[in-house]
């Protein structure tokens, strides 16, 4: 079973960047497909980037397309989320996961962890 830990979160302006790391431990990482969600206070969890481990294909909210791009290096079992241009409603606590990837999005299927907060301010 794979073991997920996140980090790289933070504070910043809005317009900055900043750039989430996904550890994978306990299962060979390149046959798994990786995900990011987010919650924020108040808010259900909810969908973010997505890539596969059969072809490396990737999907986004709408919310960040154009803005987060999601990559993975199998060689350090690790998955990233590169945020460019945060807004202030990015503000969230930022979890990655793997699963099924349907309809664009995935159905996420492993233990939730800590996350990593990220905070944007105006």
């Known amino acids: 079973q794979v073991r997920l830990v996140e980090s790289g979160g933070g504070l910043v302006q809005a317009g900055g960047s900043l750039r989430l790391s996904c550890a994978a431990s306990?299962?060979?990482?390149?046959?798994?497909?990786m995900g990011w969600f987010r919650q924020a206070p108040g808010k259900e969890r909810e969908f973010v980037a997505a890539i596969t481990w059969t072809d490396g294909s990737t999907y986004y909210s709408d919310s960040v397309k154009d803005r987060f791009t999601i990559s993975r290096d199998n060689a350090k079992n690790t998955a990233y989320l590169q945020m460019n241009n945060l807004k202030p409603e990015d503000t969230a606590v930022y979890h990655c996961?793997?699963?099924?990837?349907?309809?664009?999005?995935?159905?996420?299927?492993?233990?939730w962890g800590q996350g990593t907060q990220v905070t944007v301010s105006s």
């Open positions: 306990g299962r060979t990482f390149s046959t798994i497909n």
């Open positions: 996961n793997t699963g099924a990837i349907i309809s664009a999005t995935m159905k996420p299927a492993g233990n």
